[in-house]
């Protein structure tokens, strides 16, 4: 006589269902979308503008990269400083001065993975202001020359950027950041290896998802 298995399989089925859905909850609910912005401010012509790149929900991050650009008529790069975790420095740093653009390329130390507070400061960025009153020039994340990922647990996480806005012409009460300088062992020009979606950051680190 064959026995009917037909109960059992629904119910290692809904066993199944379940256990997945409390991992989804328990462990992938956990993993927010990391978010990347550039302040937005002011400053005359002649002045040196200093952005912020800022960071929230950066928990357990192994690894980023990005690009950033500009309009290069209206503001010309000066430096990178004021690194927010170990490891990044001017070495990660790729400049495209005419094309008004800069790459990011960022790993750990370690594979424990970087915490920062929400609204923390990765890094800062330094421009001489060009442009005549009322221009302006987006502070934009982009995937060109280096595409856009951040590596979390582990785990290829969701990379979410807001550009900042650079107004030519500075409101009142707003002080200008003057007397920056650039000195070439800060950051390399460019750096000679890039990432693209067949070569990825997550790939040199041996990491599969």
């Known amino acids: 006589m064959t026995k009917d298995l037909a109960p059992y ?5 809904r066993a199944i269902a379940l256990f997945i859905g409390a991992f989804v909850v328990l462990y992938g609910g956990r993993l927010e979308a990391v978010q990347f912005s550039a302040t937005d ?15 929230a929900d950066f928990t357990l991050i192994q690894a980023f990269q990005f690009s950033l650009s500009w309009d290069p008529s209206i503001l010309e790069f000066g430096e990178v400083f004021d690194f927010g975790v170990p490891a990044l420095g001017g ?20 594979f424990d993975g970087e915490r920062l507070e929400d609204g923390s ?8 202001v060009l442009g005549a009153d009322g221009a302006s020039s987006e502070i934009r994340f982009g995937d060109d020359p280096t ?4 590596v979390q647990d582990l785990s290829s996480g969701v990379f979410e950027s807001v550009s900042g806005l650079i107004t030519v012409g500075r409101p009142p009460g707003i002080e200008a950041i003057s007397d920056f300088s650039m000195s070439e062992d800060q950051i390399s020009e460019p750096i000679p290896i890039l990432f693209s979606d067949d070569a990825t950051l997550a790939e040199n680190l041996g990491i599969s998802f």
Do not use: C, K, P, Y
């Open 121 to 128: 400061v990765l890094f800062r960025l330094s421009f001489l």
């Open 41 to 55: 401010g002011a400053g005359s012509q002649g002045e040196t503008f200093v952005g912020e790149i800022r960071v």
């Open 147 to 150: 595409v856009r990922l951040v």
């Open 91 to 110: 070495n990660s740093f790729g400049l495209f001065r005419e094309q008004g653009r800069l790459s990011v390329i960022w790993d750990s130390s370690t």
């Open 9 to 13: 399989r629904r119910i290692i089925r």
